[in-house]
């Protein structure tokens, strides 16, 4: 039973993970960047969706400001700070990281130093018994949502004529323009929606994870390499990453919590050595 | 002596049949000339003997030794060089830096981190007689990028050529240039050596003619036909293949 | 002419400052001297593979680390004289690269980026993770510097053997970056499809430039255990290479001295900016945004666009 509740545990971090990943995935499937303000977009997700709780007590307002106010972020740093490093990698870096940098210091100044937490929303309070033990109905509520949301932009990559043009990689921006699509609103709304996953993802976090300094860093390496063990440019990746890495950490925490960290660095780095381009990347 | 024989090579990307069992004997010292409407498979055929893309069946010998599966630079070291169709150099190095490299890489020296006085002077002089002849002396300390479409596309045949090659592969060396450009470029294939094998692909029939001592017409990855320019001229299939292309 | 007399006569006043330096500073900004002079060769031995050789790493601290912590696991756990761990060091670090640089080769650009954060942050987890030997989080303390004949606890004598060392490490640099190895990086850099057909066995080039970078970047490694006399976790930690990728491209890539200017100004500014207010981090930031905007090359880039138009006047 003790491994059903790791698995679960590993499968409602995975899909925060996904949520995370699929983002990123996103931006540098159609634009080549890699966003290194990702965690920043978790964390100030996070944060807002908090200080609006606070106000309200509304889970539900709550993941929409969030997510509303950091797509505009989003799409103001995109529009006017990225896009003129359209494929010029050094500068993209040096702007993102100075962002992260940025956000970093904002939020420590706005909401401190000291771990929050979100309060479980209501409907999900209390937990389901399995066995000896019990499992809390949130986490059960983040492996669904995890999977109504992989399951949405499934539909939409597949389904959709935009969710087309994403799949195709839009490798050359000139054959996108004569096709007839705004190749600049495209970029701008695809960055900002990434930046709107990874909110969504910090404030269901809020719940289980905590918010603090440093999250912003630490929740971008697990997306890196979640990312990277899946592979770059993937949805399917994103998912097949996020849920693997998850249950690898959480295994790892508790068989070997000396060598937790490396039980993630370790399979990444074989992955990787192995096939370069992740598990499901493109060459 | 046969400079290169292509033998029954294949190439397929996923189902797309690009080369279809094409055999091809290039003499020594001879001008060939590879013709045929976008799509016939000249330039994957160019890079299966560069070793850029690797058959799926059939080989390639260079003077005699089998270089089917050989790497690109290797078979730069046996004395094949090529330019590129999209034209293929160092947008932020020199002119002079560029021909220095492409010197450095037919010397076939190995690394050297430690570049002798004597050594250096001796290549700046070669390097400068290349851009000369080539015209581009006065561009030698300009950056490549800022270079005209047409000082590029001559600079990359400059590169190929300074390692003095056995066999040259030109990959459309006139396209997109102007008429007086077309003419120098001409003139200076026709001065080259007549040791020197070459292959080039062509689009500008007046050129092709000009210049070729055989031709070979492609088409959809076959060789179609092959001869001189008296057999391909009246070949009745090229004519339909080409007015059919129009 | 004059332009090139020009440089030698920046480079003979920029040396003479130096030298001259704690003459007229005192203890603590000759310590950061010391610092700038350490980050900056560690700038420049990314350069060599990024700005020349065209491939951007996220794992540049694990040969910065290993042979930091080569230093201290030499001289800490085994005994061995502080001046013998250094070329230890250094050849630890070149070995990492020589072991890592065949798994990372075979990918470049972005996915080259993660094979080396991924390679570096295993290096970090077995540093983190493994108590018995490296104490883990805690970090290693105690480690003594070099004596060779005299201490260089001293303040100014540890900046004039940091200097000495940064300097000759500067000139094979240099020296490598102009010589024909290094104009085939760049050619690498530029085109590698290009190089190929040229002749050149662009995977013997890259990896020869992956373990010069990372036997340069443990020096770096090796002094900065001296300056702190301490060696932790943090040095292999992916903050670590993200710094020195921001180092490099803040000054400038392809310059050599581009990064190091950028590393003397980034931890400079790291000092001054934190004296002056606890949102020194938000003013780095602030500061990187600006600097991508107004000096997409980097700062030396601004440099030569000046003297560009200077000289078109």
Redesign the interface.
Known sequence: MTWLIHILNGLAFGMLLFLLAAGLSLI?GLM?I?NLTHGSFYLVGGYIGLTVMQFTGSFVLALIAAVVVVALIGAVIERF?LRR?HL????Q???T??????????SL?IWGGNPLMLNVPHIFQGSVPMGYYSYPYYRLFLIAVGFVVAGGLWWFQERTRLGTMLRAGVDDAEIARALGINVSLLFTLVFAAGAALAAFAGVLAGPVLSLYPGAD?EVL?FA??VV?VGG?GSLRGALAGALLVGIIDDFGKAFFP?????TV??P??VI??MR???LF?RQ | MTALTIDNVSKNFGGVAALSGISLDIESGERRVLLGPNGAGKTTLFHTISGNVVPSAGRIMLFGADITRLRPDRRARLGLARTFQITNLFPRLTVLESVLLALDGASGCGMRLVASPSNARVMDMQAHGLLERWGLAEASSRIVRTLSYGEQRQLEIALALAGKPRLLLLDEPTAGLSPAETRRVVAMVHELPRDMTIVMIEHDMDVAFELADRIAVMHLGRLIAEGDQAAIRSNQQVTDIYLGAE | MTARLWSIAGAAAVLVLLVALPAFLREYSIALATKMLIFALFAMSLDLLLGYTGLASLGHAAYFGVAAYTVALLVVRAGVSSGLAFPAALAAAAVTGAVFAPLALRARGSYFLMITFALSQVVWSVAFGWRTLTNGDDGMPNVVRPNFGFSLDNTAAFYYFTLAVVGVATVLLAAIVRSPFGRALRGIRESESRMRALGFDVWRYQYVAFVLSAAFAGVAGALYAYYNRFVGPEYLYVIQSAEALIMVILGGAGTLIGPAVGAGVIVFLEDFISSLTQHWVLVLGVIYVLVTLFAPRGLIGLVNDARRRLSAK
């Open positions: 540098y080549r890699l700070f490093f010029d990698e050094l500068p870096t040096l702007v990281f100075g962002f992260l940098f940025i956000f970093s210091d904002l100044w860093f390496i890196f390499v990277v770059l000396q060598f937790a960290l490396f660095f370790v990444m780095a990787l050595v370069p381009t992740g990347g």
